[in-house]
């Protein structure tokens, strides 16, 4: 089964396919993960990365695509995969589809995320993720907080802040995705298996709940 995470940043995109991951036996491939472990390493790839992600811009296409079509050779990913913030392009989702097609497989579902723009900076500014590469769960300081302040409850590694969640960095990636990524709602619901959520406090729906649906939703759909 292969699901796609789609959302603006701060929706919820991991979060959700943290829960799908360990629910569904299927691996997380998260796109900004693979950047963020090659900045860390200072690899030539890193440095490239780094270089659009400190400003809120996407990393160019053909870099990118290279990386995913390396990563879905992977025996681990060949029964599913949840792909979490790739495509954020048509172009990097009409690659997708051609390297599944070379596989016989296709997009299963699309997990489409909207948050009000206004709760999106709050969300991020907020975030704080487990430093265990293994783990990586995801918090948020005032929403959803650890137990004991700074410390992950699933594994006891420390939380850290990414760098690009501060508020100026936050407006251009917004920008990015309404420009680069959010034409992909159509894209998806054309082919029709768009399945659309809102994460908000306003409705008491946080990245945990809207998981729960998605389950529901393909327990029904099999
Ligand atoms: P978020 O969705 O919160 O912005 P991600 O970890 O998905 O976080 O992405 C962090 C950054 O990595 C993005 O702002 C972008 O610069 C880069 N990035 C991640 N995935 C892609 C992609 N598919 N195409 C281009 N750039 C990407
Ligand atoms: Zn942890």
Do not use: W
Not at 13 to 23: N, S
Not at 87 to 111: F, H, S, W, Y
């Amino acid at each position: 089964m292969v699901i796609i995470m789609l959302g603006a940043p701060g929706t919820g995109k991991g979060t959700i396919a943290g829960i799908l991951k360990e629910r569904l036996g299927i691996p997380q491939v998260s796109t900004g993960d693979i950047f963020r472990k090659h900045i860390q390493e200072q690899t030539e790839l890193g440095k490239l990365a780094e270089s659009y992600i400190s400003k809120g811009e996407l990393v160019p296409d053909d870099v990118t695509i290279g990386l995913v079509e390396n990563r879905l050779e992977d025996d681990d990913v060949q029964a599913g995969i949840i792909l979490d913030g790739f495509p954020r392009t048509v172009k990097q989702a009409e690659e997708l589809d051609k390297l599944l097609d070379k596989k016989g497989k296709k997009v299963d579902l699309v997990i489409n995320l909207t948050t009000p723009e206004e709760e999106i900076i709050e969300r991020i500014v907020n975030r704080r993720i487990c430093s265990n590469q293994d783990c990586k769960t995801v918090y948020n300081l005032v929403l959803n907080p650890p137990k004991q302040e700074g410390i992950c409850d699933k594994c006891g590694s420390k939380l850290i802040q990414r760098k690009d969640d501060n508020e100026e960095t936050v407006k251009a990636r917004f920008n990015s995705y309404i420009e680069q990524t959010s034409p992909l709602v159509e894209y998806y619901e054309k082919k029709g298996n768009l399945y659309s959520a809102i994460v908000s406090k306003s409705i008491n729906k946080l990245g945990k709940d809207v998981a729960e649906d998605v389950l529901n939703f393909i327990k029904e759909e099999k």
